[in-house]
C-alpha cells in the first residue's frame, strides 16, 4: 500500500494573499504582545502554539498529546497544533490583535514579504545561536544566510528538496506502448514528433497540458532565475548580475511561436484557457499525456501516485537552488510569541528529534502507521489513505530526512535528496528578495496586465504575431521599466553588501 498524500495548496494560497501585500500593511499593528518575564517563564510549563496549513485531522489532537509528552521532557513546553485550511484563515493570522498568541507560523515566500513589511516576525538570528544549535547543524551556513533578509533571519527552511531541476512527465505505458526512445529526447525541440505520435493514435488524450499555469513556465524553467515573480529575471542565474525583461526578449517571442504552433497542431487542448483540472488530474482522467515539471528524486513515484498511472520524467536542466525555492516553506516565530526562546527550542527539535518529526510528518505508530522494515513505513491492515484519521504533507515543516519513508518511494531516498541538494548550483542571487514597496503603483498595474494577457499567450490560445506587441506596449505603459530598474539597483546593492560582509569575516589580507 502507498501513502496518499494531501494536495499541498500552500503556495497557491500564498499566491492569493499577495493582494493583501499589495493593498499596503498599514493595517498590521507593529505593536508587539508583552512577553513572558522571567519568573513567568520559570513559573510553569509553557503551551507553544504552531500554526501551520493542513487539511482536517480526526486524529489531531491524539498527536498532539503524544508530541506534548516529549516536548514536556525534552523543554519543559507542551504543544498545540493550529492548523489553518484557507486563505482566509491565513489573511486573519496576518493581521491577528496583539492578545493572539501565535509562536510558530508557517510561511510562503508571498506571505514572509507581507508579515516583514508589516513588522509581524521576530529576527532569529540570537535564538539560532543560542537555541537552534541542531537547526544550523542540519541546514548549514550557506542556506541560512540565503534567507537573510535587510541583517536578519526571520524564518527558517524546512530540510527537504532545496533545489529543482526541470523536465517533463508523461506517462510510461504509452511511452512503451510506441517504443518512443527517450535517448533522442534531450531537449524541448524533440518533443513534437512525441506528441505527434499521441495525437494520431490515441483519440481523447491531449499530448500536452499545464502543470501550474501556462506552458511557457516549462519550456524555459531551469535557464533563468525568476527573482521570486519574473518581472526582470537573471539569465543563467548569473548574468553578472544584469537583470534582463523576460516579456521583451527575443527568446521569448521564439518561445511563444512555437507554444502556438503546437497549440494548432492539436498537442496542446483548445479550451486550455478554461482548464481548471491539474495536469495529474487530467492524466488520471485518461485525458493527458505529459506535463512539464520541476523535478527532484522520487519523483515519478510521487507522480505515480497522484495520476493512477506508471510516469517517466526525462530533465531538460541541471538541479539549481534559488530563494523562491528556498522560500517556498519557511517557520517563523511571531511577534506575539510570549517565549519565543520555548518557541525556537521546540523548532530545534523539528530538526532533530526524529520521534517528534514522525508524529507530525505519519501519526502514530501501530495506529497510522507501521514499520514494515527499517525506516520504511506503511498503513497497519484496515487502514488505507482514505480512512486513516491522520495524514500530513511532510515537507513544508522542520527536517524531512529524518522522517521515515513510505513503503513504495525509494529507501535512500533522503540520501538522493541529500546528494540532489548538495550538487545543486546556486544561483548568483540566492538570497536576494525584490523590495516592491518604491515601485508599489507600478507593480499592481503590470501585475493586472500579466494577468490578461500570460495565460492565453503562454498557452498558445492567442497568436504572439497579433497580441506580443500589444502585450509588450501595455507593460511599458504600466511601468514595467521602473520595475526593473528599482529591481536591478536592489540587486547590486545587495551584492555589494554581501561581498562587504564577506570581505570582513574573512579579514584583510595580510
Given at each position: ?214 506552458i511557457y513556465g516549462g519550456i524555459r524553467s531551469g535557464t533563468y532565475d525568476e527573482l521570486d515573480d519574473s518581472i526582470g529575471i537573471l539569465p543563467g542565474y548569473d548574468n553578472e548580475f544584469q537583470i534582463v525583461n523576460l516579456y521583451d526578449s527575443e527568446q521569448y517571442a521564439k518561445d511563444l511561436d512555437m507554444i502556438r504552433n503546437w497549440y494548432l497542431s492539436g498537442y496542446i487542448d483548445k479550451d486550455v484557457v478554461f482548464t481548471r483540472d491539474s ?232
Amino acid at each position: 500500500m502507498r501513502k496518499k498524500r494531501i494536495h499541498f495548496s500552500f503556495q497557491a494560497m500564498c499566491f492569493l494573499i499577495v493582494t493583501l501585500q499589495l493593498v499596503g500593511c498599514s493595517s498590521i499593528s507593529p505593536q508587539k504582545a508583552a512577553p513572558l518575564n522571567a519568573a513567568q517563564k520559570e513559573s510553569s510549563t509553557y503551551e507553544i502554539t504552531l500554526y501551520y496549513y493542513t487539511s482536517t485531522q480526526r486524529d489531531l489532537s491524539e498527536v498532539e498529546k503524544e508530541i506534548s509528552k516529549i516536548t514536556k521532557e525534552r523543554i519543559d513546553a507542551t504543544v498545540k497544533l493550529m492548523p489553518y485550511m484557507s486563505s482566509v484563515e491565513l489573511k486573519r493570522l496576518m493581521v491577528a490583535p496583539n492578545h493572539k498568541q501565535i509562536d510558530l507560523m508557517l510561511a510562503g515566500s508571498s506571505t514572509l514579504n507581507a508579515l516583514i513589511e508589516g513588522d509581524q516576525l521576530i529576527p532569529l538570528n540570537h535564538l539560532l545561536a543560542t537555541q537552534g544549535k541542531d537547526i544550523q547543524k542540519v541546514l548549514g551556513s550557506d542556506i541560512l544566510d540565503s534567507v537573510n533578509r535587510m541583517g536578519g533571519i526571520y524564518g527558517v527552511p524546512s530540510m527537504r528538496d532545496l533545489a529543482t531541476n526541470y523536465g517533463i512527465v508523461m506517462r510510461k505505458d504509452l511511452i512503451d506502448k510506441y517504443k518512443i526512445n527517450l535517448a533522442q529526447m534531450n531537449k524541448v525541440t524533440d518533443l513534437p514528433s512525441v506528441f505527434q505520435t499521441i495525437q494520431e493514435n490515441e483519440p481523447g488524450i491531449t499530448p500536452l497540458v499545464p502543470y501550474k499555469g501556462t506552458i511557457y513556465g516549462g519550456i524555459r524553467s531551469g535557464t533563468y532565475d525568476e527573482l521570486d515573480d519574473s518581472i526582470g529575471i537573471l539569465p543563467g542565474y548569473d548574468n553578472e548580475f544584469q537583470i534582463v525583461n523576460l516579456y521583451d526578449s527575443e527568446q521569448y517571442a521564439k518561445d511563444l511561436d512555437m507554444i502556438r504552433n503546437w497549440y494548432l497542431s492539436g498537442y496542446i487542448d483548445k479550451d486550455v484557457v478554461f482548464t481548471r483540472d491539474s495536469a495529474a488530474e487530467l492524466v488520471r482522467a485518461g485525458k493527458a499525456f505529459a506535463y512539464f515539471s520541476p523535478l527532484k528524486p522520487n519523483v515519478e513515484k510521487q507522480e505515480a501516485r497522484l495520476t493512477g498511472y506508471p510516469m517517466i520524467a526525462v530533465p531538460f536542466t541541471s538541479p539549481v537552488m534559488t530563494t523562491k525555492q528556498l522560500n517556498t516553506s519557511i517557520m517563523t516565530i511571531h511577534k506575539n510569541s510570549l517565549n519565543p526562546e520555548k518557541a525556537m527550542s521546540f523548532l530545534n527539535l523539528l530538526y532533530s528529534d526524529e520521534r517528534i518529526v514522525n508524529l507530525l510528518d505519519n501519526g502514530i505508530e501501530g495506529k497510522h502507521y507501521v514499520q514494515v522494515a527499517p525506516y520504511i513505513i506503511d498503513y497497519p491492515a484496515g487502514i488505507n489513505a482514505s480512512n486513516t484519521g491522520y495524514s500530513y504533507n511532510s515537507w513544508g515543516i522542520g527536517n524531512q530526512f529524518i522522517s521515515r519513508i513510505w513503503n513504495g518511494d525509494d529507501s535512500d531516498l533522503w540520501l538522493k535528496m541529500d546528494a540532489f541538494n548538495k550538487h545543486a548550483h546556486m544561483s548568483k542571487a540566492l538570497g536576494f528578495t525584490f523590495d516592491w514597496v518604491p515601485v508599489k503603483a507600478e507593480y499592481a498595474a503590470v501585475k493586472s496586465i500579466l494577468s490578461q494577457y500570460v495565460m492565453a499567450l503562454e498557452t498558445g490560445t492567442y497568436d504572439p504575431k497579433e497580441k506580443l506587441s500589444e502585450f509588450r506596449l501595455r507593460l511599458k505603459s504600466a511601468g514595467i521599466d521602473r520595475i526593473i530598474a528599482e529591481k536591478q539597483q536592489q540587486l547590486l546593492l545587495w551584492n555589494q553588501n554581501k561581498q562587504y560582509h564577506a570581505n570582513m569575516v574573512e579579514g584583510p589580507d595580510e
